[in-house]
């Protein structure tokens, strides 16, 4: 019995011995390897590496929603030709919402020459109603490449300079929809830089207020537009000095076809006051270059973007106008959730048309934010809009007065 045991355990034996060393014969099947996203800690937060590639990606964006009251405007005169008396397509509106959709990346990859970065940021949708009546389709906010110092395409204008705090479209944000153009910057060391831009003399940049289609058009011989800027950038703050001229522009024909304008900016950091604190200005000379120092070259009613300093004007040779203009804005946090930001401008120029008319605005505001999470905001906004114009060969006087408020509810990721 034991011996027959002993057979059958040596031959199970053998038969496992003999089938393990065909298993190793066979070739191994291995599972293909898994490729992970890869974080990209080069360019800061939000970076990760395009699966088999060397582009770095950060996906971006933001929702925003508004609410929108305003009084009605009142007059100082009965003459209120001077001033607008229409909100756009919807005169008879005192309120309104909007919704903004935002999408944008950035991709960086590193070359030799330095960092080449393609950026784009598109609102996907926007809608509105009343006061904030707003066509539902989506638009370029910015779209460049930026390549050893040289920015080709659609990004901010290099003239501005404050931030874009208050809830409107001064001249002081760079314009929502950016600037077309070829710019060029460099880095002297210690904080100095300067910028060279050539900019499509068709774009917002100009002022013209120009929609471009395919029937020919007076503008469509306009030059393009030259803008410079020495910036100053320190840990107490910045300063920047600003220039730009234009030619060839037919709407500023009365001044010679050129335009001009010239500026200064100053922000200083205030962190005896809070973590964050600051406080901003800026000034503008112009002529001919109105956008460059009123934000607004048709100066209609306040509407959902432009609670400009001088918007209840209105002139149809407004392009023509010389003057000058300042801002000024305070943001003091009174915790890293609560904070409140304080701005006022003033602008006074002289219309350059057949009945010698001048003008002069003024506008000023606060709002309280709070910021229950990061990059999340809710917001309250109080403006108060002045606008006064003299016809000169008749010396009649119209002003007016506008006070608004808007709510906006805004997430950024």
């Known amino acids: 019995?034991?011996?027959?045991?002993?057979?059958?355990?040596?031959?199970?034996?053998?038969?496992?011995?003999?089938?393990?060393?065909?298993?190793?014969?066979?070739?191994?099947?291995?599972?293909?390897?898994v490729e992970y996203v890869k974080v990209c800690s080069a360019y800061g937060a939000g970076f990760f590496f395009?699966?088999?590639?060397d582009t770095c990606l950060k996906i971006g964006g933001y929702v925003r929603i508004e609410y929108d009251n305003r009084a009605n405007q009142t007059f100082?005169?009965?003459?209120?030709?001077?001033?607008?008396?229409?909100?756009?397509?919807?005169?008879?509106?005192?309120?309104?919402?909007?919704?903004?959709?935002?999408?944008?990346?950035?991709?960086?990859?590193?070359?030799p020459y330095g960092t080449v970065q393609a950026y784009i940021q598109a609102r996907a949708v926007q809608s509105g109603s009343g006061t904030m009546h707003q066509d539902t389709h989506g638009s370029i906010e910015a779209a460049y490449v930026r390549f050893a110092g040289f920015t080709f395409g659609q990004a901010r204008q290099p003239y501005a300079?404050?931030?874009?705090?208050?809830?409107?479209?001064?001249?002081w944000t760079g314009w929502p929809n950016g600037v077309r153009q070829i710019s060029y910057t460099h880095t002297f060391g210690g904080g100095l830089s300067a910028t060279?831009?050539?900019?499509?003399?068709?774009?917002?940049?100009?002022?013209?207020?120009?929609?471009?289609?395919?029937?020919?058009?007076?503008?469509?011989?306009?030059?393009?537009?030259?803008?410079?800027?020495?910036?100053?950038?320190?840990?107490?703050?910045r300063l920047q000095a600003?220039?730009?001229?234009?030619?060839?522009?037919?709407?500023i024909a009365s001044i010679g076809g050129d335009g001009y304008a010239v500026g200064m900016g100053a922000a200083f950091n205030l962190p005896m006051l809070g973590k964050g604190d600051s406080v901003e200005f800026t000034a503008t000379y112009w002529d001919g270059l109105a956008k460059l120092g009123i934000g607004n070259d048709n100066l209609s009613t306040?509407?959902?973007?432009?609670?400009?300093?001088?918007?209840?004007?209105?002139s149809n040779s407004v392009t023509a106008s010389s003057g000058w203009s300042v801002g000024a804005q305070l943001q003091h946090y009174w915790t890293p959730q609560w904070r409140t930001v304080v701005f006022g401008a003033y602008?006074?120029?002289?219309?350059?048309?057949?009945?010698?008319?001048?003008?002069?605005?003024?506008?000023?505001?606060?709002?309280?934010?709070?910021?229950?999470?990061?990059?999340?905001?809710?917001?309250?906004?109080a403006l108060y809009v002045r606008a006064e114009k003299k016809t000169g060969t008749t010396g009649v006087k119209a002003d007016s007065d506008n006070i608004g408020m808007k709510l906006r509810v805004e997430r950024r990721f």
Do not use: C
């Open 1 to 33: 019995m034991n011996f027959t045991k002993g057979i059958l355990l040596g031959s199970g034996a053998a038969l496992f011995a003999v089938a393990g060393a065909q298993a190793a014969d066979l070739p191994s099947r291995k599972s293909a390897p």
């Open 50 to 53: 395009i699966p088999g590639t």
């Open 76 to 111: 100082g005169t009965t003459d209120t030709s001077a001033v607008s008396t229409s909100n756009g397509s919807h005169p008879g509106a005192t309120s309104g919402w909007y919704t903004r959709g935002v999408i944008s990346a950035d991709a960086r990859t590193s070359t």
């Open 161 to 171: 300079f404050m931030s874009s705090w208050g809830y409107m479209s001064n001249w």
């Open 196 to 237: 060279v831009s050539v900019q499509d003399g068709n774009s917002n940049a100009s002022g013209m207020g120009i929609n471009d289609n395919a029937v020919a058009q007076s503008w469509d011989n306009n030059g393009p537009m030259f803008v410079g800027a020495l910036n100053y950038d320190q840990s107490w703050g």
């Open 242 to 251: 600003m220039g730009a001229w234009t030619t060839e522009q037919p709407k």
């Open 302 to 314: 306040p509407s959902s973007g432009s609670w400009g300093p001088v918007a209840p004007l209105r």
């Open 347 to 381: 602008a006074d120029m002289d219309l350059n048309n057949a009945t010698n008319d001048t003008a002069t605005a003024t506008s000023a505001g606060a709002q309280l934010v709070w910021s229950p999470a990061r990059q999340f905001d809710i917001g309250l906004q």
